[in-house]
């Protein structure tokens, strides 16, 4: 069973933000109109838009909020989805597919507003590429700008030749790019206590330390114990452990699998150096299967993200694996200091679909966000509350995805994910 923490892992993250007071000292209400399970972003925007809409909500954190991948992440804030708009469009078909779309670029401007409503000063910057390593896959962002032309009218995504790459990553490891203005990149633990603040300003309860073990339906509503024996009952329940889930839901929980994802940040490097390597201070990732993705911090560090481990457990040697990658981007930087490495887990569904959805009208849920989660927790929230709030249609057409569960179980699951990725890893080398 997966037990978190009482404080956050040792990210540069918690390390650059003052806490916020933790929320233990105030215990959960023995009754609410929605209970929200999980303290990460999709947990976060529910409990701010039904706070917002009158609801009495008490959101229920079994470590500290963030203490999940939204406050551990790479603060990448990018449009889409993990699995991509042609297997969403197969899956839920064209015109809510291009209502997704428009939904998508909709979360990223709700995410800039509150920002901006709230002045949150969480680092936000502008400006995100995505490149190719492989010369293969240069055609695959060629087509990205097409499709977005075509189905939505986006007209803002650029190409970039390799030639003047430099001008935006300074790398002889990409072949090319797509550059989208609108997207961003931000301390996410930062900006996730100003979504926290916002969601208590609208009236929302947001307590830490409180693990839900278990629940159940009854004819008024939904009943819920916690660990220290605590109860709680609400007409509606929201569900938003992410990759943590496991045992609060086995049936969501055999869905996903939670996949070790690695972030290593360098010592200082200076101003001037970090506007070398990024001259744009524009947040990058590549378009391999397995892709690396990194940014500049405020402090003028490279932060670093990629390598993934489906069999548990942390690289041996962490900090040196992550410099290792750095360096295979930026020769550069060969010998550079990795002053912090961690690693958090990504909930993977087996074809990399959202599981999204709603159990009649009392039981609400979203998981699988497969490792692009900073807007899709976003859109997912509107869906989720949405229907919560009694138009249930756009809600019902993710639900109706089939995400199978993983065969035989984590463990089996883990490896059959292992074995695919190897296969996907070969792809990204030849
Ligand atoms: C290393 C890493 C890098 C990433 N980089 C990016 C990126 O750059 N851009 C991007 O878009 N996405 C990124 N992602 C993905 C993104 O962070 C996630 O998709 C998103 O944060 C998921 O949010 P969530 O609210 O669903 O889950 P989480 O943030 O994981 O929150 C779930 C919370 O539920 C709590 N919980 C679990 N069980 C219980 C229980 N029984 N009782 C009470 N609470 C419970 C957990 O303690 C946890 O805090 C990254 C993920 C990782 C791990």
Request: glycine share 10%; hydrophobic share 45%; with cysteine.
């Amino acid at each position: 069973m997966f037990r978190g923490s009482d404080d956050y892992p040792s990210t540069w993250y918690a390390a650059t933000t003052v806490p916020r007071q933790q929320r233990r000292a105030t215990p959960p209400p023995v009754e609410a109109d929605v209970v929200i399970v999980g303290g990460g972003f999709f947990g976060l925007y529910c409990a701010l838009l039904l706070a917002q809409a009158g609801r009495r909500v008490a959101l229920l954190e079994a470590s500290r909020l963030g203490w999940g991948a939204s406050g551990r992440n790479g603060g990448q804030l990018v449009p889409g989805l993990s699995c991509g708009w042609g297997r969403l469009r197969a899956a839920i078909g064209a015109p809510l597919t291009a209502e997704m779309q428009r939904e998508s670029q909709r979360a990223l401007q709700q995410i800039r507003a509150l920002i901006a409503e709230r002045a949150i000063d969480c680092e936000l910057a502008d400006g995100h590429v995505e490149v190719a390593v492989l010369e293969r896959r240069v055609r695959a962002l060629r087509d990205a700008i097409d499709e977005a032309r075509r189905d939505w009218g986006d007209t803002r995504l650029r190409f970039i030749e390799r030639a003047e790459l430099g001008a935006y990553v300074d790398s002889p490891r990409y072949r090319a790019g797509l550059f989208d203005p609108d997207a961003a990149h931000l301390h996410p633990l930062k900006y996730l206590f100003g979504v926290a603040d916002a969601a208590e300003a609208a009236g929302a309860t947001l307590h830490e330390g409180c693990r839900v073990s278990r629940w159940h339906e009854a004819a008024d509503g939904v009943r819920l114990e916690l660990a220290d024996g605590a109860t709680l009952r609400c007409a509606q329940l929201v569900l938003a452990a992410g990759a943590y889930v496991d045992s609060v839901e086995p049936r969501l929980a055999a869905r996903v699998l939670p996949v070790g994802s690695f972030i290593g940040v360098t010592a200082p490097l200076g101003e001037a150096a970090c506007r070398r390597l990024l001259p744009g201070n524009h947040a990058v990732y590549d378009n391999q299967f397995i892709l690396e993705y990194f940014r500049t911090t405020a402090d003028h560090r490279l932060l670093f993200g990629g390598r993934c481990t489906y069999l548990g457990g942390t690289p041996h040697r962490l900090a040196d694996a992550m410099r290792a990658n750095i360096v295979r981007a930026f020769p550069q930087l060969r010998g550079i200091g990795v002053d912090y490495a961690w690693g958090g887990h990504i909930d993977v569904t087996l074809r990399r679909m959202p599981d999204w959805g709603r159990r009649g009208e009392r039981v609400y849920w979203a998981q699988g966000f497969c490792g692009h989660g900073m807007v899709p927790t976003r859109i997912a929230a509107n869906l989720v509350v949405e229907a919560m709030l009694g138009e249930p249609a756009r809600l019902d057409a993710f639900a109706a995805i089939v995400n199978p569960r993983f065969p035989g179980g984590e463990r089996v699951g883990a490896l059959l994910q292992a074995l695919g990725m190897s296969w996907y890893r070969l792809r990204d080398l030849i």
